[in-house]
């Protein structure tokens, strides 16, 4: 069996970051190059679901704002360690989570799936490798609120042997019989086991649909089809749509070397964004580089330090926002991670340094639900509170977090730092703090971009 350590969870970044005003806006169109998906698509957007809406596979109307910050607590810490497993593993293939806890579900793309078109969902998730979804026949499969795709009914589901290079190159896969398998263990002992194929995926560009011309298809997509998932309780993820730098991935096949998107703070104003090729959006004033490594995550290469109020945080060492081969510290950027979690350390003395600069006034209290390292009471929130800035050396800029990211109301009469503590050294920077930003990727130059854009869901058609 090989290596699994990327299938459900690989990407990051090894680019740069601009951020700017929404008005600084370009693209660039990238050709599409070694794919053999086909489709004569430039690109395409496509909505980012939230989990509150009732389009949602995972809609619950009776879910309270403490459930999704509890649910999605949780899949933070589990993807922290996650990512920290994958940089100290040993021999050990066996995930350190379970899988109902890696996936944040605040987030799902509607797509169909197969030949006729079954309409499905997946989440999209920088820290995934390839596409994938639960499949008919089941072996055991667990509950989810739409129908299981069956791969039977479908004319273009197209099975990928054990002699073919996507056999042979795709990660975490094994040969079963004359058909290309993967197969992934999770120290709870559950697991996920299924067979890799080809199928046609087809997406409806928001800004075509207007136009009855917004259905794409893209045929001899790779895909893992999921016949014996085990042990996730309640309802689970109908699939994940890898966003990593992979060759594998969804982008990686796409052969485009951009995409964007923009998760908008006000859940119900309408959908967020995710673009593909020429429709993203790249842009901004700062550029800084990230590391490339060996996983396909998107580790920042160049940040120089975590500001307060202008003022750098001290005692931080250098190796903590740092990646290298064989180190342990690094802060990487993740679609799937919903609060930042910042190595101890660097945690700590972020806290201590916003203690010292918060108004006289302001009343610190212990968080009324245990989950927050920092809160205060709410009558006493002032209009102005400490700016926290990631600093990077090498565009001598910032990126700003602004502070309804940067701070988040318990529900308990506190606002409370909106940041956690890694389970291991390595540091995230979740979405909770990129809302309403656009997130531009540039693989083809190694760069991302950040503007601030409140109207997320709104955006003009570029295409």
């Known amino acids: 069996m090989a290596n699994l350590s990327m299938i459900f969870s690989v990407m990051m970044l090894t680019f740069m970051i601009s951020i700017s005003m929404p008005n600084i806006c370009s693209s660039r169109v990238v050709e599409s190059s070694s794919s053999d998906v086909s489709s004569p698509l430039k690109g395409f957007s496509a909505p980012l679901i939230h989990r509150s809406s009732p389009e949602s596979p995972f809609y619950d109307p009776k879910a309270t704002h403490h459930d999704f910050m509890r649910d999605s607590l949780r899949t933070s810490s589990a993807r922290s360690a996650y990512f920290n497993w994958i940089r100290t593993k040993n021999s050990s293939i066996k995930y350190p989570v379970s899988p109902v806890e890696l996936f944040n579900m ?19 998730d920088t820290g995934s490798t390839i596409i994938w979804t639960q499949c008919l026949n089941c072996t055991r ?3 989810q609120t739409i129908p299981i795709f069956d791969p039977s009914k479908s004319s273009t589901y197209e099975p990928v042997t054990c002699a073919a290079d996507e056999c042979k190159n795709a990660p975490s896969t094994m040969c079963k019989g004359k058909e290309c398998w993967y197969q992934i ?12 194929a080809k199928e046609t995926l087809t997406f409806i560009d928001i800004f075509k649909r207007q136009h009855d011309a917004g259905k794409y298809p893209l045929s001899n997509m790779l895909i893992g089809c999921g016949h014996d998932n085990t042990d996730v309780p309640g309802v689970g993820v109908p699939g994940v749509v890898g966003l990593s730098s992979h060759r594998y991935s969804f982008v990686g096949q796409l052969g485009f070397d951009i995409f964007s998107y923009c998760v908008s703070s006000n859940v119900s104003a309408g959908h967020s964004q995710i673009r593909f090729g020429l429709p993203a959006i790249i842009s901004g004033k700062l550029s800084t580089a990230l590391s490339p490594n060996k996983e396909g995550f998107y580790y920042f290469k160049n940040v120089e330090g975590l500001y307060v109020d202008g003022e750098k945080v001290p005692d931080i060492p250098e190796w903590i926002f740092q990646y290298a081969e064989g180190g342990l510290g690094g802060l990487l950027l993740d679609s799937g991670t919903t ?18 600069t918060m108004r006289s006034d302001a009343k610190e209290e212990q968080d009324a639900t245990n989950e927050w390292d920092l809160c205060y009471n709410m009558e006493h929130r002032s209009d102005v509170l400490p700016e926290i800035e990631f600093w990077f050396k090498d565009s001598n800029d910032s990126f700003p977090i602004a502070d309804d990211n940067a701070w988040i109301d318990n529900n308990h009469g506190q606002f409370c730092l909106g940041i956690g503590r890694s389970s291991g050294t390595i540091s995230v920077l979740g979405m909770y703090q990129q809302r309403d930003v656009n997130v531009g ?21 570029l295409s």
């Open 339 to 356: 609060f930042t979690e910042l190595y101890g350390l660097a945690l700590d003395n972020l806290i201590e340094k916003i203690r010292s």
């Open 141 to 143: 499969c667990y509950n």
């Open 441 to 461: 990727f540039d693989l083809k130059l190694n760069q991302v971009s950040f503007f601030y854009n409140v109207n997320c869901p709104q955006y003009v058609s």
């Open 185 to 196: 263990e999770y120290e709870d002992e559950s697991f996920s086991a299924g067979n890799i």
């Open 106 to 124: 605040n987030y799902v793309m509607k797509y169909s799936i197969g030949t006729p078109p079954v309409e499905t969902f997946a989440v999209p």
